[in-house]
C-alpha cells in the first residue's frame, strides 16, 4: 500500500513565501513523476508543476517564475517552493505520484494522491 503525506500549508500575506514537501512510503518500486495539484474553491483541480526528477519539470503558465518543483529520489520527496505569493493561489494543494509499487511478485503503475494541504494568501 502506497501513502502520500503533505506538509508546509498555511496563512501567508501577499508576497510572501511557503515550502510544501510530499513524501511517499510503502511498496514502492519506482516513481516515474511526482508533482503538485491544486484546486481552489469552487474550480476544477488545476496542474501546478511536475517534475521527473531528472531534471524535466513542467509549470503551469500562472506560476512560472515564482515556483519551484523538484524532487529527491532518494527520499521519494517532492517539494514545491512558493514565492512571491498572490491571493489567486490560495487553493488547497495537493501531491501527485505516477509511480510503480508491488505486493508480493506483481507490479502496479497507478496516480496516486495525498490528503491535501491547505495555502491561504491574504492580508
Known amino acids: 500500500q502506497v501513502q502520500l503525506v503533505e506538509s508546509g500549508g498555511g496563512l501567508v500575506q501577499p508576497g510572501g513565501s511557503l515550502n510544501l514537501s510530499c513524501t511517499a512510503s510503502?511498496?514502492?518500486?519506482?516513481?516515474?513523476?511526482m508533482g503538485w495539484y491544486r484546486q481552489a474553491p469552487g474550480k476544477q483541480r488545476e496542474l501546478v508543476a511536475t517534475?521527473?526528477?531528472?531534471?524535466?519539470?513542467n509549470y503551469t503558465d500562472s506560476v512560472k517564475g515564482r515556483f519551484t518543483c523538484s524532487m529527491d529520489n532518494a527520499k521519494n520527496t517532492v517539494y514545491l517552493g512558493l514565492n512571491s505569493l498572490k491571493p489567486e493561489d490560495t487553493a488547497v494543494y495537493y501531491c501527485?505520484?505516477?509511480?510503480?509499487?508491488?505486493?508480493?511478485?506483481?507490479?502496479?503503475?497507478?496516480?496516486?494522491w495525498g490528503p491535501g494541504t491547505q495555502v491561504t494568501v491574504s492580508s
Open positions: 501527485n505520484a505516477d509511480l510503480t509499487s508491488y505486493i508480493g511478485s506483481v507490479y502496479y503503475t497507478a496516480d496516486y
Open positions: 510503502g511498496s514502492i518500486f519506482h516513481i516515474n513523476a
Open positions: 517534475t521527473t526528477g531528472t531534471g524535466r519539470t
